[in-house]
């Protein structure tokens, strides 16, 4: 195979994955990791990828982009609705109790299917949902079978959700059974993280509060850093996701303890 050709698949691959590893790279066209650096270094420089410690990841992947709630409700819907059903089966059907969703796409599809689960009202125990995202609370609001707190704060345009000082304090006195969580990067050794720090100091409060948190999040986030940490992985219960892991993130996170559910 010309270094060309190897080149372009190479580059459709972190396009489709999100991230590729030097030594996966290497096992996959039979080359040495030395070449592969050399391939990586020729896309970087013709702006195709951006080089990551051990491999690669798309130019538009740093560590301050964050795309709107609007841009994400249209990326992976197939993959956040299965995320999201095996979310929902976490959730007793026939019980009361609280959960917190976290804003976001794919705590969103969660809050969809919840709201559907728990229309008819029926013999259900009254659900306590608290969350601060306003597409979440509207999905939910005036459903019979669903308590909805809203947590308050200043409304960032971005993401329609609370955050500030009084946002994390709220959370801070709350003690739900299950947290929701979305993170737009989970790393075998930074953890959980989130590009804006506003948001990134809520989710902290959320994960700290909860007495169980499962973090909601598709396979391109996976092995990704973003600025802000918000969690270690020892910090988190369960991560549901749509791709079994690479395989240093996947030790990281059976190291920390953390239930890993493929959706």
Do not use: C, W, Y
Request: without cysteine; hydrophobic residues 45%.
């Amino acid at each position: 195979m010309f270094a060309e050709e190897r080149q372009q698949l190479i580059s459709g691959l972190v396009a489709e994955l999100g991230r590729v590893s030097v030594t996966d790279l290497a096992e996959r066209f039979s080359i040495t990791t030395e070449t592969v650096r050399r391939d990586l270094a020729a896309l970087e420089s013709a702006g195709s990828l951006r080089r990551v410690h051990g491999g690669a990841v798309p130019t538009d992947r740093l560590s301050t982009r964050e795309e709107s709630v609007g841009e994400r409700a249209i990326q992976r819907p197939s993959e956040k609705l299965r995320i999201a059903q095996a979310a929902l089966a976490l959730i007793p059907e026939d019980s009361s109790g609280s959960i917190l969703l976290d804003a976001g796409s794919t705590t969103e599809t969660l809050a969809g299917l919840l709201a559907a689960q728990r229309g008819n009202g029926g013999n259900a125990g009254e659900l306590v949902v608290i969350t601060h995202a306003i597409p979440i609370a509207a999905k939910l609001s005036g459903n019979p079978g669903i308590a909805l707190q809203i947590l308050g704060g200043r409304v960032r345009g971005l993401t329609q959700a609370a955050v500030g000082q009084s946002t994390v304090d709220s959370a801070s006195r709350l003690r739900p059974d299950i947290a929701f969580v979305g993170a737009n990067g989970i790393h075998a050794t930074f953890g959980f993280s989130t590009p804006d720090p506003e948001e990134a100091a809520v989710k902290a409060a959320f994960v700290t509060s909860a007495r169980r948190v499962v973090v909601v999040a598709d396979s391109s986030k996976l092995d990704a850093e973003t600025l802000v940490q918000f969690a270690a992985l020892k910090d988190v219960d369960t991560v549901i996701t749509d791709r079994e892991p690479s395989e240093e993130l996947s030790a990281a996170l059976a190291e920390a303890g953390v239930d890993v559910v493929l959706a």
